[in-house]
């Protein structure tokens, strides 16, 4: 079984209007590495980096400038991922920017059965969270302290790692592991593992009435715009 393991960077959040300035893949087969990655940074053309996106990943508007528009790289992309699962964490906003430029040229969508969203697996698995890819580093092991901000290609790496980790703890590290002196997980032992891991009855929150209006507090002094109040309950 192939898998590309990828992450988007963008101009900002609305795929509509906004762009994918950045895309890294790493290749999986039968959940191990194989060495092979994709990577290319993109010129959104007119659309500008939003300053809210550009303090996380902090690629400019003039870096872009020279890069290759989504047009030139879509073949080498699409050649790249072919007959591959796309895994990706909170796969529904990477996915959704991905598709959004596949529109812009007339290629059809990712179709929904060939994406696993990785968020979703881990809030199966640790209802309790925290499960953002640097809470999943911590929890799995993974070295993230190079992770200054957010980059595709970086994340990307990251993510596989702690993907691998996640379907049984395979300790799989890049390039060091043959495949053969593990034993892959099957797509069958992927459903049962998922299927033990689903709760009947919801966990009660550890969260305080403290902590919750402390949080709520904390929300309302950043602002209207902060990223924060997009997930307000």
């Known amino acids: 079984m192939r898998e590309i393991v990828f992450d988007t960077e963008t101009t900002g959040l609305e795929s509509k209007v ?17 060495g092979r990655s994709f990577h290319v940074y993109i010129n959104p053309g007119d ?16 870096f872009l400038k020279d890069k290759p528009h989504f047009a030139e790289i879509v073949e080498e992309l699409l050649e790249f991922f072919d007959g591959a699962r796309w895994i990706a964490h909170n796969a529904n906003f990477d996915i959704g920017f991905m598709n959004a430029e596949f529109d812009r040229l007339d290629r059809p969508p990712v179709p929904p059965d060939m994406v696993i969203d990785t968020l979703a697996l881990a809030r199966r698995k640790h209802p309790m969270g925290p499960n953002s ?9 993974v070295d993230n302290s190079h992770r200054a ?14 993907y691998i980790e996640m379907l049984g703890g395979r300790q799989a590290a890049f390039g060091l592991v043959q495949a ?5 997980v099957t797509e069958e032992e992927v459903e049962i593992a998922d299927h033990l891991l689903v709760r009947t009855t919801k966990l009660a929150s550890r969260l305080t009435a403290e902590e919750i209006e402390s949080h709520r507090l904390l929300i309302a002094r950043l602002g209207e715009k902060a990223i924060w109040s997009r997930y307000r309950s």
């Open 47 to 62: 659309r500008k980096v939003h300053p809210d996106a550009l303090a996380v990943h902090g690629i400019s508007d003039d």
């Open 180 to 184: 053969e002196e593990k034993k892959a």
């Open 133 to 141: 890819l640097d809470a999943l580093c911590r929890r799995y092991g």
């Open 149 to 162: 901000k957010h980059g595709a290609l970086l994340d990307a790496e990251l993510l596989a790692e702690v």
């Open 18 to 34: 906004d762009r994918v300035i950045e895309i890294g893949g790493i290749e999986l087969l039968n959940h191990f590495p194989t």
